[in-house]
């Protein structure tokens, strides 16, 4: 792997695991990811109140599982116990919150890339980040591509402080005027960034600093035949069946 670019990802990202068709965020998804083809797979890492890295979107529990509050005021025992498929079909019922070291595991096992997205509870961007490079060093083989991807400066910086040889990504949702500056000050090598600010101009600026664009979330062939056409390294999407067929 050592002649691709340091933020290289598989064209076709899954997005949350294979959201479309299973619950965020779950193993199920990761597997399900797997199964439809896909080669590489995003998940977003959180922390719990005793310091364990999971594998959850937002600040709290109540859109993808049957309990309430932040995550952060929650242990791993009471996390556990939470169930995180039912919401999503019956058939998921039982599903749950899982581990960021049991998520890797699954990727390992299925072969394909991660792109982890370390998503801070706000105030709570160090200790994530402690939680999730601790994680990473225990579990994930330094010599296997891992992309790490972030909103939040603070979280990035923290983590680039514990593990500086892992690959980073910024993420936004519209362009900042001063995203090159954004990439040099925390050391990133792929721009994140929500699809309808993408341009051709954006493409080739973006490549002009060795970087990569990765764009979010496109789910119709359509969207992503536009993007590729215009140069677009790679995108996420909630159903990567519908997508692979460019490949």
Known sequence: MSDLHPAHMPKIIAHRGASGSAPENTIAAIRRAAELGARAVEFDAT??????ALVMHDFNVERCSDGHGPVVLKTLEEVEKLDAGGWFDP????????TLKRALETVRATDMMPNLEIKPTLGWEEPTARAVAQTLRETWPMDRPVLVSSMSPLALDAFRDLMPGVSLGLIVYAIPENWRQRLKDHHCHSLHCYRDFVTYDLVQDVHALDARLHVYTVNTLDMAKSLFAMGVDAVFTDHPENLLELL
């Open 47 to 52: 922390v719990s109140a005793d310091g364990v």
């Open 91 to 98: 058939r998921f019922a039982g599903e749950p919150i899982p």
